[in-house]
């Protein structure tokens, strides 16, 4: 069992930064790898970002890439994701989610956390 506990989130204007964070326990957490998703009002989730916790390999979605980071803390077992020129689109509910492999698809994921909600204020 993986337990996730995103924190970070809130109200920002356009072009503001925000880091999300994802406290991540267990007794085997640090053989899964952690993602990050999105989901806006009436849409699908959708991949942000991923990390494979046994190398710090890291995958974007490409849209993203240069404005999102993802990143780790050993000593904490927390995974952040650093989010830079927000844009009013980015305004979502973000989920941490644990899994096998660091995939895009919401079922690579097994554990989930609860969200925190970003909303981007043009």
């Known amino acids: 069992q993986v337990q996730l506990v995103e924190s970070g989130g809130g109200l920002v204007q356009a072009g503001d930064s925000l880091r999300l964070s994802c406290a991540a326990s267990?007794?085997?957490?640090?053989?899964?790898?952690l993602g990050w998703f999105r989901q806006a009002p009436g849409k699908e989730r959708e991949f942000v970002a991923a990390?494979?916790?046994?190398?710090?390999?890291?995958y974007y979605v490409a849209s993203m890439t240069g404005r999102f980071t993802i990143s780790r803390d050993n000593a904490k077992n927390t995974v952040y994701l650093q989010m830079n020129s927000l844009k009013p689109e980015d305004t979502a509910v973000y989920y941490c989610?644990?899994?096998?492999?660091?995939?895009?698809?919401?079922?690579?994921?097994?554990?989930w956390g609860q969200g925190t909600q970003v909303t981007v204020s043009s």
């Open positions: 267990g007794r085997t957490f640090s053989s899964y790898s």
């Open positions: 990390l494979r916790w046994s190398d710090g390999t890291k």
């Open positions: 989610a644990a899994g096998r492999e660091p995939g895009r698809r919401l079922y690579d994921y097994d554990y």
